[in-house]
């Protein structure tokens, strides 16, 4: 069946190390994966998307990875910060499928 | 130049009520989502509108569902004889154009008792 599986548990980090968020899928092609961030009782916010042909998308402290291959996506924030701190969802879209989210990981970043 | 929101931010209902949620998204995005959100969950998509057609409804659970979109900007999605599975965070979002960036709203959160 298809799947999409983030970070199982919450990811705690010490300020200003580098949080790497993981995104793995089975059984899917997706065109494009998109990641978001969420606070809690808001809707998610778009970050990141970026394309199969593409390897490598970054924007400020963010740089997100596709391997198709290995069917991930790995999700990095350098330099973290207490305000990073928020759940974070990648999402998938394919030709056969809708927009197809993970169930997130929650990042903390303490001081 | 206001994002997407959405009405009511918090719903109760009585098992077997009615429910509708209101949508309404960012000016001249034509596509428009709704996914049901259950805590500690990601968004599953739930349908999809094109302007006003509705172009995939594969989502829905079950035929208590149901959505429109008759002008083509805001959208309502109703759930008839609401049951308590139904409580969930209910998601909006619209893009300028098919399934790229999307804006989301709010949340409606939906407590069914």
């Known amino acids: 069946s298809q799947k999409i599986e983030q970070n199982s548990e919450a990811l705690n980090i010490q300020e200003g190390k580098t949080a790497t968020l993981t995104c793995n899928y089975t059984?899917?092609?997706?065109?494009?994966l998109q990641w978001y961030r969420q606070d809690p009782g808001r809707g998610p916010v778009f970050l990141l998307l970026?394309?199969?042909?593409?390897k490598e998308k970054r924007k400020e402290r963010l740089k997100v990875t596709f391997d198709t291959t290995l069917k991930q996506s790995l999700f990095h924030i350098t330099a973290s910060q207490p305000a990073d701190s928020a759940t974070y969802l990648c999402?998938?879209?394919?030709?056969?499928?809708?927009?197809?989210f993970g169930s997130g990981t929650r990042l903390s970043i303490r001081p | 130049g206001a994002g997407v929101s959405q009405s009511p931010r918090y719903k109760v209902a009585k098992r077997g009520q009615d429910v509708a949620l209101r949508c309404d998204p960012i000016?001249?995005?034509?596509?428009l989502f709704w996914y049901q959100q259950a805590l500690g969950q990601g968004p599953e998509f739930l349908t999809y509108?094109?302007?006003?057609?509705?172009?995939?409804k594969s989502g829905l659970p079950s035929d208590r569902f149901f959505a429109e979109r008759p002008e083509g900007s805001v959208s309502t999605l109703k759930i008839q004889r609401t049951q308590q599975e139904d409580s969930a965070v209910y998601l909006c979002?619209?893009?300028?154009?098919?399934?790229?960036?999307?804006?989301f709203g709010p949340g409606t959160r939906l407590t069914v008792l």
């Open positions: 979002a619209s893009s300028p154009a098919g399934v790229n960036e999307q804006f």
């Open positions: 059984n899917y092609s997706p065109a494009y």
């Open positions: 000016s001249g995005h034509v596509s």
């Open positions: 970026i394309r199969e042909n593409e």
């Open positions: 509108f094109q302007n006003e057609a509705q172009l995939d």
């Open positions: 999402a998938l879209y394919s030709s056969a499928s809708k927009i197809i």
